[in-house]
T-cell receptor, first 114, second 114 residues
Framework: SQQGEEDPQALSIQEGENATMNCSYK?????LQWYRQNSGRGLVHLILIRSNEREKHSGRLRVTLDTSKKSSSLLITASRAADTASYFC??????????????FGTGTRLQVTL | EAQVTQNPRYLITVTGKKLTVTCSQNMNHEYMSWYRQDPGLGLRQIYY???????DKGDVPEGYKVSRKEKRNFPLILESPSPNQTSLYFC?????????????FGEGSRLTVL
């Protein structure tokens, strides 16, 4: 199974509401990253949080990391229709020999309606 | 403009006909990687390269080859494509490795093998 598992698989909200997506992982990490993908397009990096960090902000994005629970959350505040996309978490593992890989989850599909 | 460029973007081919998907980055990145994206499976790493002439297998390398003769180019070769290689392929690059920073993705190459 995937190292990162996002929850929920799909989320539908109205413009102006907040959207929260969660990610759980199995093994110790060096960092965790969130990416966005518009339908059929390439992934775009949103934010990177290191294993010794607990929270990071970037504009309307807030990411938290709880290494004791092996989980992360991505909060998008005051969502817009343009935020409609799939969101993926990706982990860079801490184990020896895995320094060259980001392992992606299966994503959360976010739909923001007017 | 900093970018990762893949070609072709769309390709329909037949079983057994060798093909190459090119990938080029103009950011002087050390690290490059290929992923495939399939519904319900997320992104899975095929091959990666830490530097020129250094390549290594990812999670799903069977049926693929790569080379890294120049820093900017990382072509993906399907010597004898089969229908199970029908997928959306992404090339990505990073300054050093995913352990230290983000991945920059190309726009994707949608391959159909009949």
């Amino acid at each position: 199974s995937q190292q990162g598992e996002e929850d929920p698989q799909a989320l539908s909200i109205q413009e102006g509401e907040n959207a929260t997506m969660n990610c759980s992982y199995k093994t110790s990490i060096n960092n965790l990253q969130w990416y966005r993908q518009n339908s059929g397009r390439g992934l775009v990096h949103l934010i990177l949080i290191r294993s010794n960090e607990r929270e990071k902000h970037s504009g309307r994005l807030r990411v938290t990391l709880d290494t004791s629970k092996k989980s992360s959350s991505l909060l998008i505040t005051a969502s817009r229709a343009a935020d409609t996309a799939s969101y993926f978490c990706a982990t860079a593992l801490l184990q020896t020999g895995t320094a060259s890989k980001l392992t992606f989850g299966t994503g959360t599909r976010l739909q923001v309606t007017l | 403009e900093a970018q990762v460029t893949q070609n072709p973007r769309y390709l329909i081919t037949v079983t057994g006909k060798k093909l190459t998907v090119t990938c080029s980055q103009n950011m002087n990145h050390e690290y490059m990687s290929w992923y495939r994206q399939d519904p319900g499976l997320g992104l899975r790493q095929i091959y990666y390269s830490m530097n020129v002439e250094v390549t290594d297998k990812g999670d799903v390398p069977e049926g693929y080859k790569v080379s890294r003769k120049e820093k900017r180019n990382f072509p993906l070769i399907l010597e004898s494509p089969s229908p199970n290689q029908t997928s959306l392929y992404f090339c990505a690059s990073s300054f050093v490795s995913p352990n230290t920073g983000e991945l920059f993705f190309g726009e994707g190459s949608r391959l159909t093998v009949l």
